[in-house]
T-cell receptor, first 111, second 116 residues
Framework: GQQVMQIPQYQHVQEGEDFTTYCNSSTTLSNIQWYKQRPGGHPVFLIQLVKSGEVKKQKRLTFQFGEAKKNSSLHITATQTTDVGTYFCAVINTNAGKSTFGDGTTLTVKP | DSGVTQTPKHLITATGQRVTLRCSPRSGDLSVYWYQQSLDQGLQFLIQYYNGEERAKGNILERFSAQQFPDLHSELNLSSLELGDSALYFC???????????????FGAGSRLTVL
């Protein structure tokens, strides 16, 4: 089945530093989504990217979809302690019955 | 509150036993997904239902089964439980199969299963 590789597995940063997680696929993706799971919580949808080269921003978070639609990244500028959690990329296609999550990147932030 | 309700929140049982986890999707959502998350692990897709019918199967063991009822709630049955089945089981729902919102998953709070 379709697989998405996500790196790094863990990232420890000092508060105020930037953070980036990457998601890569060997095949072209129809869309990619990002979810955040806080410690002890459940995954929460952040954003969906559909178009080649798409860039979307949510405050300090910047999401990119590669030109070839085979990779994506999530960048957080000036991390805060509220950013801690695990960030997952995912490829979901309800109609086609596809559901693949990356292994996630766990972010810890030192105050 | 995400709108997806899972019960029970916590469950402790013994090896060899059988349990049923229940999920009520968000109002209007036709699709239900089940995922397993072991300690510090990723989300393993188990199975998806759409409007009562099985749509896709992931890494679901033969000891596990699921179904979606006419009122769209879903149940995940886990039998002959083993220690390794201890995990957080998430249910997620999504809207109809058309439109950009169709692929957005709304997760429940999860059911934590401990097998002793």
């Amino acid at each position: 089945g379709q697989q998405v590789m996500q790196i790094p597995q863990y990232q420890h940063v000092q508060e105020g530093e930037d953070f980036t997680t990457y998601c890569n696929s060997s095949t072209t993706l129809s869309n990619i989504q990002w979810y955040k799971q806080r410690p002890g919580g459940h995954p929460v949808f952040l954003i969906q990217l559909v178009k080649s080269g798409e860039v979307k921003k949510q405050k300090r978070l910047t999401f990119q979809f590669g030109e070839a639609k085979k990779n994506s990244s999530l960048h957080i500028t000036a991390t805060q302690t509220t950013d801690v959690g695990t960030y997952f990329c995912a490829v979901i296609n309800t109609n086609a019955g596809k559901s693949t999550f990356g292994d996630g990147t766990t972010l810890t932030v030192k105050p | 509150d995400s709108g997806v309700t899972q019960t029970p929140k916590h469950l402790i049982t013994a090896t060899g036993q059988r349990v049923t986890l229940r999920c009520s999707p968000r109002s209007g959502d036709l699709s239900v997904y089940w995922y397993q998350q072991s300690l510090d692990q990723g989300l393993q897709f188990l199975i998806q239902y759409y409007n009562g019918e099985e749509r896709a199967k992931g890494n679901i063991l033969e000891r596990f089964s699921a179904q979606q009822f006419p009122d769209l709630h879903s149940e995940l049955n886990l039998s002959s439980l083993e220690l390794g089945d201890s995990a957080l089981y998430f249910c997620a729902s999504s809207a109809s199969s058309r439109g950009t919102g169709a692929n957005v998953l709304t997760f429940g709070a999860g059911s934590r299963l401990t097998v002793l």
